[in-house]
């Protein structure tokens, strides 16, 4: 068989067989048809508490990262290391440095007496 006829036949096949359901099984199919369809819908949910829900989710997450962020260390510190880097990477002589104890030991001396 050809396919059109094929076709065809289940056409008519189907359609006699829609005619002859009784009216009142037509009407409770077609009443089940539609309520299926409006039930199947998406109905409008209010999406402001998505929304606060949202916020209060963005708002808690930032605190968090703002509590736990650590301590910026102090800086003064640090940058007596690099001087000390500094001076221990230089090339001078360091034999300067080694006489600064009584260096600063004879300033005491002169300015106390």
């Known amino acids: 068989m050809n396919s059109n006829k094929i076709d065809e036949t289940i056409k008519k ?32 949910r209010r999406s402001s508490s998505w929304l606060w829900s949202g916020a209060a989710t963005l708002a808690s997450i930032t605190l968090a990262i703002v509590l736990w962020q650590p301590m910026l260390p102090d800086l003064d510190n640090e940058l007596a290391v690099f001087d000390d880097i500094e001076l221990l990477a230089s090339e001078e002589d360091l034999g300067f440095y080694d006489d600064l104890e009584f260096i600063v030991w004879v300033d005491e001396m002169e300015q106390s007496g």
């Not at 829609?18 to 539609?34: C, D, K, W």
């Not at 299926?36 to 109905?43: G, M, S």
Request: proline share 6%; hydrophobic share 35%.
């Open 13 to 44: 096949t189907l359609d006699d067989r829609e005619n002859s359901v009784p009216a009142h099984i037509q009407s409770a199919l077609t009443q089940a048809r539609y309520s299926a369809v409006n039930a199947a819908k998406p109905t409008r």
